[in-house]
Every structure is written in structure tokens, then in C-alpha cells.
């Protein structure tokens, strides 16, 4: 055993003085590696852990939200509405009904848009409002202080502001504007019992979608939207954007490929040489592979390692300076968040495989046509 | 007596190993310290029935893509472009990323 670890040794021994007789060359080579490891894993990272906190936090959002269209169109719940569906009775399963109320409201102080919500679950006091926490940011609003609003009817309407949202929650809360049921029919000129949409708790979730389908056919007017569908969107929406990312990489990619390749395969005269002579002085064919072996491994490996940790740092550490304005988009009222890292093993297993073992392949085949000529010939050529 | 050369790429490997493992640790501890807000996060989404992120506010199909009216890509008029710098690569106005001189620092405050 010791024997064995004693030849390898002396074998990266070897193709360690070897490749520091071109050290130039093969730094530069060590460095564009670990930046293309460091660019694509950063994107992987960014945008899994991106991923994950929609899902962790969708995850809890209605099972079932029903909206009525109308020519295509999103409009609003009519007061019977809610009854039709008590009455119809495919409704078995299903915990809550709950008629929401929310819209929108651009405020051209800011030019942006806020969402106006009278939530069920929260008790606002008339003539007050809980702002999200951008919406305090970039009205600077304090508790106790007064804001107006000028509705879509031109009345203008003025609010004490109650509290903020925290901070904590301003991924999803970061433009809610919170005010009373009262408040909000008012401002918008809401007609009474009109609701903005339908939203259902179903206690099994093996029901959601007997629900949504039952539904779908009691009222041919509504279109249910399921957690799932939800969950599914945003999955997509950060998907297409990664892919966006790697396909402005690609070029890059590409041609670190054409270069790795340059230099794996193409085996200078010299290199051509030292095989030639390596062989003429009794090292075997075997030898030569596990030399250039360990040296396509210690290069690859390094360059992975150092390329992942340095995006793990970049992303999670720094809050990824280079690709956040590709990857989150951007808007008026951003959300400030900090991501909870999340590393998806499979995804380091595909980079890993990816940038590895084409390497290894490259630096290997031709060394093996180079190490089964005849040393003469190889000395010669 | 001089360093192998295997001697000192193993000690590099076996840095950038601790390295890799320590990003693990170190992902862990920081998803234990924002479990309590993520619980958050989720909280007020279940409180208040909310199905969408505020990543991107300037529409009411971006900013609830999960609520927006099917094609609404298309929504204004059938053949209507994206008008709004979601959906693209735009770079944002410069309001939004420069920023003022802090006067209150400098100028004193009248009595």
C-alpha cells in the first residue's frame, strides 16, 4: 500500500514540475477555469435559493383562488356569487370561503404602483393604514403620520398610518398598503357585497383539484387558480431567467471549451517529447496515463473547489453584486431581502460533472494515443 | 529540506476541501438564523392570502403574474408589446439607482 502511495506521489511529482516548466500557460488556464466554475455556480446558487424561498413562502398561500372573467378579463365577484357556490354543494372538503378584497393604486408622487388590500384577517381601523415596508421607505412614513391618496374618483382621501409591515416579510408585504373593509369600498367606489376574488381553503390537498374542476363546471365563468399553479409560475419565471443568465454565458462557456480543449488535446512537441522519452527510459503506457491523470484531476478539482466556494461567498456573503439586477429584476418599490442560502446537491453534482470530467477526457484521450506510439517516433516527430 | 510538490497540492486540495465543506456549515447556520423570518414571511402570506411576490410592481401582470389574466402578455391590445422593463433586460432609470447628497448632514438646521 505504501509502495502505491509512494508512486503516486512521485507521479505528481512529476506532472507538478512538468506543468510549472509552462507556468504561465497553465495559471492562466487554472484562473479562466475557476471563473467560469465561479460564474456558473453563482447563477445555480442564485437562482435555486431564489427558487426555494417562493416555494417556501407560496406554500402557504390560498389552495384555491376563484376569479370571474368576463370577456377575458379579470372582473369582480358579485354578491351572489359566493351563495351560488354554498348552494351548488360540489364544494366537499372545502374549510374556508373567503371573499378578498384588494386592487391596485398607482401613486405618481412615486410613480409606482402600490396593492391595496382590506384583509379579512387583520383588523385596521377605519381611517388608518398599515404600510409594506418599501411603501414606508419611499413615502417615509412614520407611525402617526397622515397620508393622502387621490382616488380613481378624484376625491382625495387621507390616512394615519397605524404601523408598518416588518421588514422581515418584505419579499411578499413590500408594496401592501393594508386599510378596513369600509376604507377600501370607499376609496375605490367598491359596490357593496363585490368582492375581488374567491379564496378556499381545501383540508385535503389530494381534493384541490376535484375542487377547482367541480368548481369549473358549476360556475363556467370563474377560473380557479390552484397553490400548485402558483408554485409553478414562479419556478418558471426564475428558470427563465437563469436560462437567460447561461445563455449570455454560453459564449463564454464555449470558449473555455474551445481553449481547454486547445490545450488538453493538443499535445505540443514538446509535451509529444517528454512522453517519447518517459517511455524510452522503462515508464510504461499506464504510468504515463496516471500522470497526466493526477494532473487533469489536480487541476480540475482546484479549480471546481475554488470556483464554487468563491460564488458560495459572492452570493450568499455579499449579496451577488454581479448578476442580481439579471436574476431578481428590479422595480420601483424593490424588496430589500437577504437570500437563506439553499445549495441543491444535484445541482453541484451537475456542475461538478460538467466541468470536470470533460477535462479529465480531454487531457486523456490524446495522451493515450500519444503514450501507445512507438517512443522513437515519438522522440522523431 | 524543501516541500514535495505533491506535499503542497495536497495541502491545497485539501484546503479547498475544508473550504467547500465549511460553505455547508456556514449554509446551515445562516438558514437556522433566517428560519424565523422565512416563518414570518410565510406567516403573513397565510394571514393575509397572499399568492405572489413583490419582485416587480409596475403592472398588475407582473406584479401578480400567478393572478394575471391569461395572455396578458397581449392584454392591452393583441399584438401589444411588452411595455414594461420586467420582462427584458433594461437597465432601470437612473433615479433609481443614484443617489442625492445627505444635506441634513451639512446644513444646519434653522432654529
Redesign the interface.
Known amino acids: 500500500m505504501n509502495a502505491w502511495i509512494e508512486k503516486q506521489?512521485?507521479l505528481?511529482?512529476f506532472t507538478?514540475?512538468s506543468l510549472?516548466r509552462r507556468r504561465t500557460k497553465n495559471l492562466g488556464l487554472l484562473l479562466v477555469y475557476t471563473l467560469l466554475v465561479f460564474v456558473l455556480a453563482s447563477v445555480a446558487l442564485y437562482t435555486h435559493a431564489l427558487r426555494q424561498?417562493?416555494a417556501?413562502?407560496?406554500?402557504?398561500?390560498?389552495e384555491i383562488?376563484l376569479?370571474r372573467?368576463v370577456a377575458?378579463?379579470?372582473d369582480l365577484i358579485p354578491p351572489g356569487y359566493l351563495e351560488k357556490i354554498g348552494q351548488k354543494g360540489p364544494l366537499r372538503g372545502v374549510q374556508k370561503i373567503?371573499g378578498?378584497l384588494w386592487g391596485?393604486y398607482y401613486d405618481p408622487v412615486v410613480k409606482?404602483?402600490?396593492?391595496f388590500?382590506a384583509?379579512a384577517?387583520?383588523a385596521v381601523q377605519p381611517g388608518t393604514l398599515v404600510a409594506?415596508p418599501?411603501v414606508a421607505r419611499s413615502r417615509g412614513l412614520a407611525v402617526g403620520n397622515t397620508i393622502s391618496f387621490r382616488a380613481y374618483s378624484g376625491k382625495l382621501f387621507s390616512f394615519t398610518v397605524a404601523g408598518t409591515?416588518?421588514h422581515?416579510?418584505?419579499?411578499?408585504?413590500?408594496?401592501?398598503v393594508?386599510m378596513s373593509e369600509q376604507d377600501f369600498r370607499a376609496f375605490f367606489e367598491f359596490p357593496a357585497g363585490h368582492h375581488t376574488?374567491i379564496?378556499l381553503s381545501v383540508a385535503n390537498p389530494l381534493e384541490v383539484r376535484n375542487v377547482a374542476a367541480k368548481l369549473a363546471a358549476a360556475l363556467p365563468d370563474s377560473?380557479p387558480?390552484l397553490r400548485e399553479?402558483?408554485l409553478r409560475?414562479?419556478a418558471s419565471?426564475f428558470d427563465w431567467r437563469e436560462g437567460?443568465m447561461l445563455a449570455l454565458l454560453s459564449a463564454a462557456i464555449f470558449a473555455f471549451a474551445i481553449l481547454a480543449w486547445e490545450k488538453a488535446s493538443g499535445l505540443s512537441a514538446e509535451e509529444k517529447r517528454e512522453i517519447g522519452i518517459l517511455k524510452a527510459i522503462g515508464w510504461e503506457t499506464g504510468d504515463v496515463i496516471k500522470m497526466k491523470l493526477w494532473e487533469g484531476g489536480?487541476v480540475s478539482?482546484?479549480a471546481f473547489?475554488?470556483g464554487?466556494?468563491a460564488a458560495?461567498?459572492q452570493v450568499?456573503r455579499f449579496g451577488a453584486p454581479l448578476f442580481e439586477?439579471?436574476l431578481?429584476?428590479?422595480?420601483?418599490?424593490?424588496?430589500r431581502f437577504?437570500l437563506?442560502?439553499?445549495?441543491d446537491g444535484l445541482q453541484v453534482a451537475t456542475l461538478f460533472f460538467f466541468t470536470v470530467f470533460p477535462y479529465m477526457a480531454a487531457v486523456l484521450v490524446p495522451i493515450w494515443r500519444a503514450a501507445i506510439t512507438d517512443p522513437d517516433s515519438a522522440m522523431r516527430s | 529540506m524543501s516541500v514535495?510538490?505533491?506535499t503542497?497540492?495536497f495541502a491545497?486540495?485539501g484546503l479547498?476541501?475544508a473550504?467547500?465543506a465549511?460553505?455547508?456549515l456556514?449554509?446551515a447556520g445562516?438558514?437556522a438564523r433566517?428560519?424565523?423570518?422565512?416563518a414570518?414571511?410565510?406567516?403573513?402570506?397565510?394571514?393575509?392570502?397572499?399568492?405572489?411576490?413583490?419582485?416587480?410592481?409596475?403592472?398588475?401582470y407582473?406584479?401578480?403574474?400567478?393572478?394575471?389574466?391569461?395572455?396578458s402578455a397581449f392584454?392591452d391590445h393583441p399584438v401589444a408589446l411588452e411595455h414594461f422593463?420586467?420582462g427584458s433586460?433594461l437597465?432601470?432609470p437612473a433615479s433609481?439607482v443614484s443617489h442625492h447628497e445627505r444635506l441634513d448632514r451639512k446644513a444646519a438646521s434653522p432654529d
Not at chain 1, 422581515?168 to 401592501?176: C, G, I, M, P, T
Not at chain 2, 433566517?34 to 422565512?38: F, H, N, V
Not at chain 2, 406567516?43 to 403592472?59: H, K, Q, V
Open positions: 506521489r512521485h505528481i511529482d507538478l514540475a510549472a424561498e417562493a417556501q413562502v407560496l406554500k402557504h398561500s390560498p383562488v376569479q372573467m377575458g378579463r379579470h373567503e378578498r391596485y409606482a404602483n402600490y396593492t388590500m384583509p384577517a387583520e409594506g418599501a409591515l416588518p422581515a416579510s418584505e419579499l411578499v408585504s413590500a408594496d401592501l393594508l376574488d379564496a377560473r387558480i399553479e402558483v409560475t414562479y419565471v437567460l489536480l478539482l482546484t473547489l475554488a464554487f466556494v458560495y461567498v450568499f439586477p439579471v431578481k429584476g428590479w422595480a420601483v418599490l424593490y424588496p437577504e437563506v442560502p439553499a445549495i | 514535495r510538490p505533491s503542497l497540492a491545497i486540495i479547498a476541501i473550504g467547500f465549511a460553505i455547508f456556514d449554509a445562516l438558514r433566517g428560519a424565523a423570518e422565512l414570518a414571511r410565510g406567516a403573513l402570506a397565510a394571514r393575509l392570502g397572499l399568492t405572489d411576490l413583490a419582485l416587480f410592481t409596475e403592472a398588475r407582473t406584479r401578480h403574474p400567478s393572478q394575471a389574466d391569461l395572455h392584454q422593463p420586467t433586460l437597465p432601470p433609481l
